[in-house]
């Protein structure tokens, strides 16, 4: 999944990247003969930040005759900024990115293969959902190593005192009843939930998958269609319902972003939040003394605890004249206590079996024993590679779920501007 940085932020790393010019570009050599290669990171929190930096130092220590150069990115602008440094030549060697991101670098020829240079211990410590997530044609463009669910972030003190069933991983909350506890939440002064839909079309899609729900149907000529069944509108009409009909969600919210909720789930104005496992970071900085909260795993339906991700994920480049380095330096960032470190860093999930395992991403303290309990429910995003989805999702996806979940339009109006406009779209990258 993708990262937002600050926009101060992003500003900065984007001018270190100018003027960094070439600086991405590996494949060389240094004056003692040593391969030079160089590793784009996309880590931005400062955990992150020096988990990766102290790996690749301990990296060089032990490898004199292959040195790896830390080279900072944005999550803000990786996209352009990766293809135009591919179609300069200039691109990095080891490239950090998300998934969600690969398939047009991956068809482009942009990226390595890495079936043939990976070693089986890293393969086979990976499951297959989460390899799935960065297969593209024939070949797999990127080691998919961390991963982020969704949670609910809740008021303690909120829920315990309202007397609801807390649910657990064990025994979730169904979306009926969820609806009905953000009812029983709701009280003067305090909405039951929050929903930052700012970016409605991943969340959508991504808890859609509880209920049963898909939306992308792929044919046995391997075309996609869209389709919208009854699973598809369980999560979408629950909200739609909360905010327009029950009066537990803030109508407010639905134009925010995940951080902006926070000021107000600490001030009592919403009981729970619905966010990305890692916001748990910022809830830990900017939550006031004494303010007590808890984690709790996302409404289940059909399809049980099942929700979609776009794991955070390490490539080569294709121009690279070092990928069997490339790809031994990606070896050891992902050896399991390393992987634990970069989860850890990043307050995500480790896609790895072994880390995951990792007694300190099992403790009750800020949620981890939650979310690791979520894992083995977790499947690739329903638009992982399905060509057009970008401009599904910005052109017919977002106005059209942004107006249905303020109450401007109905479900079927809902459903012909995703199914029947989103076809047309589809149809075009499909000739």
């Not at 990262?3 to 101060?8: E, G, Q, V």
């Not at 926070?262 to 748990?280: E, I």
């Not at 990792?358 to 690739?380: C, F, K």
Request: charge should be negative; aromatic fraction near 8%.
């Amino acid at each position: 999944m993708r990262r937002r940085l600050p926009a101060l932020a992003a500003v900065t790393t984007a001018l270190v990247l100018l003027l960094a010019g070439c600086s991405g570009e590996g494949g060389g050599t240094d004056a003692n003969g040593a391969i030079r290669l160089s590793f784009q990171s996309l880590a931005w929190q400062k955990e992150s930040v020096d988990a990766n930096k102290q790996l690749v130092r301990e990296w060089n220590a032990a490898h004199p005759d292959v040195q790896v150069d830390y080279v900072q990115g944005s999550w803000d602008n990786v996209h352009d900024q990766l293809l135009t440094s591919f179609e300069g030549g200039e691109a990095p060697d080891i490239i950090h990115d998300a998934s969600d991101d690969l398939a047009d670098f991956a068809y482009g020829g942009y990226l390595a293969d890495l079936r043939t240079l990976l070693p089986g211990r890293l393969t086979e410590d990976i499951p297959q959902q989460s390899w799935a997530t960065t297969t593209f044609g024939d070949g797999v463009y990127g080691v998919p190593f961390l991963q982020e669910p969704k949670v609910l972030i809740a008021n303690k003190k909120i829920l315990e005192s309202s007397g609801v069933r807390i649910p657990t991983p064990e025994k979730p909350w169904s979306w009926p009843e969820f609806r009905r506890v953000t009812e029983k939440l709701t009280k003067k002064g305090t909405y039951g939930v929050a929903w930052p839909l700012k970016e409605p079309v991943s969340v959508t899609l991504n808890l859609g998958l509880s209920a049963g729900g898909q939306l992308f149907h792929r044919g046995a000529d391997g075309k996609v269609t869209i389709r919208s069944e009854e699973g598809d509108r369980v999560m979408p009409g629950t909200v739609r319902d909360q905010v327009n009909s029950d009066r537990s969600a803030a109508r407010s919210a639905l134009g925010m972003g995940g951080s902006d909720t926070l000021p107000g789930f600490f001030g009592g104005k919403y009981a729970m939040v619905p966010l990305g496992f890692s916001y748990r970071q910022q809830v830990v900085e900017q939550a006031p003394e004494g303010f007590e909260w808890t984690v709790l795993p996302t409404p289940a339906g059909s399809g049980g605890l099942a929700q979609g991700v776009s794991p955070q994920t390490l490539s080569v480049a294709e121009d690279s004249p070092h990928k069997k380095e490339a790809a031994r330096f990606i070896d050891f960032l992902l050896r399991p206590p390393n992987m634990v470190r970069l989860a850890r860093g990043d307050w995500m999930l480790p896609t790895g079996t072994e880390a995951l395992a990792d007694p300190a991403l099992h403790t009750e303290e800020n949620g981890w024993v939650t979310g690791t309990a979520l894992a083995r429910s977790l499947r690739p995003a329903p638009a992982q590679s399905v060509r057009g989805y970008p401009e599904w999702k910005d052109k017919v996806a977002t106005p059209a779920l942004q107006e249905y979940y303020s109450g401007a339009i109905d479900t079927e109006e809902l459903r012909e501007r995703l199914v029947d406009d989103g076809n047309r779209v589809l149809a075009r990258y499909q000739r």
